[in-house]
């Protein structure tokens, strides 16, 4: 386990507030079921994979270690420029939601704060 345990363990207390969790044994992943979409997707509701960094907080979820969501969703009947289809993480079927950078302190931000980034990101999203 990392030197940020604790505080992983805290941010996944605070994450577990506003949604229902399934956190693997090892830390090394986390799936927040029934994440609300904001309009014009095809589905109302979706789960999230998160990869968790071995050094979280100090990198952030998303960048280096990868999200994932349902390779199906569509954003106005369209696919979304950034979700990568049929890659397989070993944890199901999932398509890879790609961040290159992110702004993040890892002093301040949480997986709160990053779900709701998610959310912000997934408002207007670029399509093919």
Known sequence: MSRYSHRLDNDLN????GYSL????????????DFKLPPSYNYSYTDILIELPADYPLSPPGVGSHIYTDPDLRFRGRKLEDLHENVNPGWGNWAWLCYEWINWDPNTDDLVKFMEMVRSDLTKPKTK
Do not use: P
């Open 14 to 17: 605070m994450l577990s507030l």
């Open 22 to 33: 399934s956190i693997s044994d090892d830390l090394e992943w986390v799936t927040v079921h």
